[in-house]
């Protein structure tokens, strides 16, 4: 897709996107929608080891530094499994 059709979807909102780029609020929310709609990739690297990254037919990958079998079971319809992204 060419930058002029990213920018025609973008919302107006979000201001320019880019590489480093500090997302937080309602801006993640958006951030995630233009790259599950494959407008744009992106890597989400939060605090404590956590990140998203995205895979295609909707995958994402969410991982952290956090023993997950330790948080219990996950919501229904969620499901963990130990590995790493392979986007990593």
Same mark, same amino acid.
């Given at each position: ?9 973008? #919302?107006?909102?979000?201001? #320019? ?43 994402? *990958? ?17 499901? *963990?499994?130990?590995?790493?992204? #392979? *986007?990593?």
């Amino acid at each position: 897709m060419l930058d002029s059709e990213i920018e025609k979807l973008r #919302p107006a909102s979000l201001g #320019p996107v880019y590489e480093g780029m500090v997302v937080s609020g309602t801006n993640l929310d958006k951030v995630v929608r233009m790259t599950l709609r494959e407008l744009i990739w992106c890597k989400l690297i939060g605090d404590n080891g956590v990140y998203v990254n995205f895979g295609y037919d909707y995958y994402m *990958y969410i991982g952290s530094n956090i023993d997950m079998i330790s948080l219990g079971e996950p919501p229904q319809g969620m499901f *963990y499994e130990e590995m790493e992204s #392979p *986007y990593a």
